[in-house]
Every structure is written in structure tokens, then in C-alpha cells.
T-cell receptor
């Protein structure tokens, strides 16, 4: 069975500071993908960044980077230079390869950026 | 414009009255999925479909039905809704089944209240 754990229900960060949102995962599959999505107060789900289980380098997308530590089964999202528009819920998710196509989400972290 | 369209966006109904939430995507995606989002529980997968006529249960399928008769449509059916199905529902799609490196495109969500 797959599991995603996000242990920070809520976090605050000062504008222009960096923040790390934690995500740990559990799976027995060797091939899997890890995703982060953002959900602003308007409710839509926005894809931010992806990391594959075989990727040797950490993924980066603009101000977002993923700190992937495979041995620890962690995939933390780092947001650099926080902006007020980063205030939102953030979800970590995992998808495994092959014929088993379930997708598992964590419970999310609510990030609030303080001016 | 590439999109996943859900209807209705909001619905208040009563216990036991059958309802259908429609989902349609215009991206020729193979994979489609339904999730429900509840406070403190994140997103949980209800059903997913890997292609036309191929559907499978997610983590919380009880009380729901789905069908995939055409590639673009994946309706969610509540045959006898109950108050514990009050939730925010998302439909999502991604290009190919069998690949774990594809993020999902989400609809705008359907807020369902069962009285």
C-alpha cells in the first residue's frame, strides 16, 4: 500500500524568506513519481513540480525545488523568496508505475505568507 | 483551451435522491480519476479509469459508481446519496495510463451538500 505523510498542518513564513514543506512517502514499488500541487483559496488544484524515483537530480521549477532523499523516503518542497500569492494549501502526491494506477495524496499543509 | 470540465459546480440535494456529476476532458487523455476532498483528510481517490470501459476502485469507492463509455467523459454517480458524502469533488485526467511521471489536470471542483 502507498502512503503519503505531511506532518505540518499549518506554517507561517515571512515574505521573501524561504520555506520547506515536508513530505514523506511509503511504497514498495521501485518506479514512482512524486508531485506537489498548490490549492489557493479559490479552490483549483495547480501542479507545481514532479520528481521521479530514478531521477538523480532534484527537480526545480522557478522558485520551487524538490529536496528528494530517496533513502529517507522524503520529498520536501522548498519555496524560495516567498510571495503573498504563495499562501495556499499544498499537497504532496505519489503515483506508481505499471498497471497499478492509484494516486495517493497527503492531507496537505496550509502555508500563510506574512507581509 | 485544454481543460477538465465538471458540472454542476455546486449542488444541494437530499438523502436518497440519485445524482450524477459529469466530467469531460478535451485533451484526449487516457487516464481519468475522481477524488473527494475533506478537511483534515486531503484528497482521497474514489475511482479511476485507465481507458474506455476500464475502471477500478480507489481508496473510498463505497457509495459511488462510475462509467467510461467514451474517452472524454467520466461521470460520477451517487445512486442513493447520504450526508457523509457531503464533500468537495474533483475530476482529474492525465495523458497516458502506465506512466507515473505525468501530473494530473484537475477540474474546478464540485461542492456537494447532502441534507
Amino acid at each position: 500500500a502507498q502512503k503519503i505523510t505531511q506532518t505540518q498542518p499549518g506554517m507561517f513564513v515571512q515574505e521573501k524568506e524561504a520555506v520547506t514543506l515536508d513530505c514523506t512517502y511509503d511504497t514498495s514499488d521501485q518506479s514512482y513519481g512524486l508531485f506537489w500541487y498548490k490549492q489557493p483559496s479559490s479552490g483549483e488544484m495547480i501542479f507545481l513540480i514532479y520528481q521521479g524515483s530514478y531521477d538523480e537530480q532534484n527537480a526545480t521549477e522557478g522558485r520551487y525545488s524538490l529536496n528528494f532523499q530517496k533513502a529517507r523516503k522524503s520529498a520536501n518542497l522548498v519555496i524560495s523568496a516567498s510571495q503573498l500569492g504563495d499562501s495556499a494549501m499544498y499537497f504532496c502526491a505519489m503515483r506508481v508505475g505499471g498497471g497499478y494506477q492509484k494516486v495517493t495524496f497527503g492531507i496537505g499543509t496550509k502555508l500563510q505568507v506574512i507581509p | 483551451e485544454a481543460q477538465v470540465t465538471q458540472n454542476p459546480r455546486y449542488l444541494i440535494t437530499v438523502t436518497g435522491k440519485k445524482l450524477t456529476v459529469t466530467c469531460s476532458q478535451n485533451m484526449n487523455h487516457e487516464y481519468m480519476s475522481w477524488y473527494r476532498q475533506d478537511p483534515g483528510l486531503g484528497l482521497r481517490q474514489i475511482y479511476y479509469s485507465m481507458n474506455v470501459e476500464v475502471t477500478d476502485k480507489g481508496d473510498v469507492p463505497e457509495g459511488y459508481k462510475v462509467s467510461r463509455k467514451e474517452k472524454r467523459n467520466f461521470p460520477l454517480i451517487l445512486e442513493s446519496p447520504s450526508p457523509n458524502q457531503t464533500s468537495l469533488y474533483f475530476c482529474a485526467s492525465s495523458p497516458e495510463t502506465g506512466l507515473y511521471n505525468q501530473p494530473q489536470h484537475f477540474g474546478d471542483g464540485t461542492r456537494l451538500s447532502i441534507l
